[in-house]
């Protein structure tokens, strides 16, 4: 930098990263939505507006995937595809208010008033990212062990055929069926970067496979030792002596909120990969929405007060997929006691900001440069 002259700021870099966007897609949703909708009635000014609402369409009608994205029918074709939307419906594992199970319908509904481009990260995701939406694991209400076999079925054949997962949901117990789904495709050790403010790693939480055992039965998978396993933003009065004395037995890392507050975001993250990716072949992120303090995010089922801000949890999650992903979660979302959507919305932010970080740092192929 010369003399006189003043540092670019992050305004005028994502000013000149719009440019790089083509609008290929948004053009073809559009050619789409004209030859399957009609082409409106004559008073329409709009000529891009088509009589019945298809691919292009607003927030409030449309199909309910996530961001608008395409929905993939057939399955077995999701290995054509870089990253899918898998929801999971589910929240037997419940041990207080239950609701998590409209947790993906939620988000979804969400996420629609997006388009999919962000200004500040400089991404469009509709346009970048080949990703379709595959729709819901079908889960049984009651069977915990079936609906663990189903989510562990999913994640298997999507994982398996080389398309990055993003799980929408639900309560948190499916991250162990989620990540023994995930360990089959993995031939080294998987760490986990876990937000959350409960340690979830009881060996039972009433019962064996509830939302407070996840990490003690996944951490009994071979390659998913408990030392890659660092937890962030635990405290509170609801986190069960056992899980903590469980962490400590196995040899997790636990960074607390106030860890956070004293080492900063940026150095959290740090600790946080340095950890995960230790001997590690791949890291999957777990983000339990209640990890955010309640008054931003009330709708989940166990809130406890003193958690992370939206802006601290978002920016976190970018920092931490930076070293790229094996797939993620967002869980503990329960639309019946969210308020005004906050909740939800701050989860389909969460998706959307995770994808575009991992896109700026190529650990996903984009259809246009990132740089």
Same mark, same amino acid.
């Given at each position: 930098?010369?003399?006189?002259?003043?540092?670019?700021?992050?305004?005028?870099?994502?000013?000149?990263?719009?440019?790089?966007?083509?609008?290929?897609?948004?053009?073809?949703?559009?050619?789409?939505?004209?030859?399957?909708?009609?082409?409106?009635?004559?008073?329409?000014?709009?000529?891009?507006?088509?009589?019945?609402?298809?691919?292009?369409?607003?927030?409030?009608?449309?199909?309910?995937?996530?961001?608008?994205?395409?929905?993939?029918?057939?399955?077995?074709?999701?290995?054509?595809?870089?990253?899918?939307?898998?929801?999971?419906?589910?929240?037997?594992?419940?041990?207080?208010?239950?609701?998590?199970?409209?947790?993906?319908?939620?988000?979804?509904?969400?996420?629609?008033?997006?388009?999919? %481009?962000?200004?500040?990260?400089?991404?469009?995701?509709?346009?970048?990212?080949?990703?379709?939406?595959?729709?819901?694991?079908?889960?049984?209400?009651?069977?915990?062990?079936?609906?663990?076999?189903?989510?562990?079925?999913?994640?298997?054949?999507?994982?398996?055929?080389?398309?990055?997962?993003?799980?929408?949901?639900?309560?948190?117990?499916?991250?162990?069926?989620?990540?023994?789904?995930?360990?089959?495709?993995?031939?080294?050790?998987?760490?986990?970067?876990?937000?959350?403010?409960?340690?979830?790693?009881?060996?039972?939480?009433?019962?064996?496979?509830?939302?407070?055992?996840?990490?003690?039965?996944?951490?009994?998978?071979?390659?998913?030792?408990?030392?890659?396993?660092?937890?962030?933003?635990?405290?509170?009065?609801?986190?069960?002596?056992?899980?903590?004395?469980?962490?400590?037995?196995?040899?997790?890392?636990?960074?607390?909120?106030?860890?956070?507050?004293?080492?900063?975001?940026?150095?959290?993250?740090?600790?946080?990969?340095?950890?995960?990716?230790?001997?590690?072949?791949?890291?999957?992120?777990?983000?339990?929405?209640?990890?955010?303090?309640?008054?931003?995010?009330?709708?989940?089922?166990?809130?406890?007060?003193?958690?992370?801000?939206?802006?601290?949890?978002?920016?976190?999650?970018?920092?931490?997929?930076?070293?790229?992903?094996?797939?993620?979660?967002?869980?503990?979302?329960?639309?019946? %006691?969210?308020?005004?959507?906050?909740?939800?919305?701050?989860?389909?932010?969460?998706?959307?900001?995770?994808?575009?970080?991992?896109?700026?740092?190529?650990?996903?192929?984009?259809? %246009?440069?990132?740089?």
């Amino acid at each position: 930098m010369g003399p006189g002259q003043r540092p670019e700021t992050e305004g005028e870099r994502d000013l000149r990263a719009e440019r790089r966007i083509s609008g290929d897609v948004w053009r073809e949703r559009i050619e789409e939505s004209l030859r399957h909708g009609l082409e409106a009635a004559e008073s329409v000014g709009n000529r891009e507006i088509s009589v019945f609402a298809r691919r292009f369409a607003p927030d409030y009608s449309g199909s309910d995937t996530f961001m608008g994205f395409p929905f993939l029918e057939d399955v077995q074709r999701v290995g054509e595809h870089v990253a899918v939307v898998v929801g999971v419906p589910y929240d037997t594992g419940t041990t207080s208010r239950a609701g998590a199970r409209y947790g993906p319908r939620g988000i979804r509904q969400a996420s629609r008033i997006s388009d999919g %481009y962000s200004f500040d990260m400089g991404v469009d995701l509709a346009e970048a990212l080949d990703i379709v939406d595959a729709g819901d694991v079908f889960t049984l209400p009651g069977n915990i062990e079936k609906s663990f076999d189903q989510i562990t079925a999913a994640v298997d054949h999507v994982f398996g055929a080389g398309t990055f997962p993003v799980i929408l949901g639900d309560d948190h117990s499916i991250g162990f069926p989620v990540l023994r789904g995930l360990a089959r495709n993995v031939s080294g050790n998987i760490g986990i970067i876990h937000l959350d403010r409960h340690a979830d790693m009881n060996e039972r939480d009433y019962d064996d496979l509830t939302h407070g055992t996840p990490w003690f039965h996944a951490t009994n998978i071979p390659n998913v030792p408990a030392k890659n396993l660092v937890q962030i933003g635990l405290g509170g009065w609801m986190g069960l002596r056992e899980s903590i004395g469980n962490a400590r037995e196995r040899g997790t890392t636990i960074l607390t909120v106030d860890d956070v507050d004293t080492m900063g975001v940026e150095k959290t993250a740090e600790r946080a990969l340095e950890v995960a990716w230790d001997g590690a072949e791949a890291v999957y992120l777990s983000f339990d929405i209640d990890s955010v303090d309640p008054s931003a995010a009330p709708g989940t089922g166990t809130p406890e007060p003193g958690g992370f801000t939206p802006r601290e949890a978002l920016k976190l999650l970018r920092l931490v997929a930076r070293e790229g992903l094996c797939g993620m979660e967002v869980v503990e979302v329960s639309p019946p %006691y969210d308020v005004a959507e906050t909740t939800v919305l701050l989860a389909s932010r969460a998706v959307a900001n995770v994808l575009a970080e991992l896109l700026l740092h190529g650990h996903l192929p984009s259809r %246009y440069p990132m740089s």
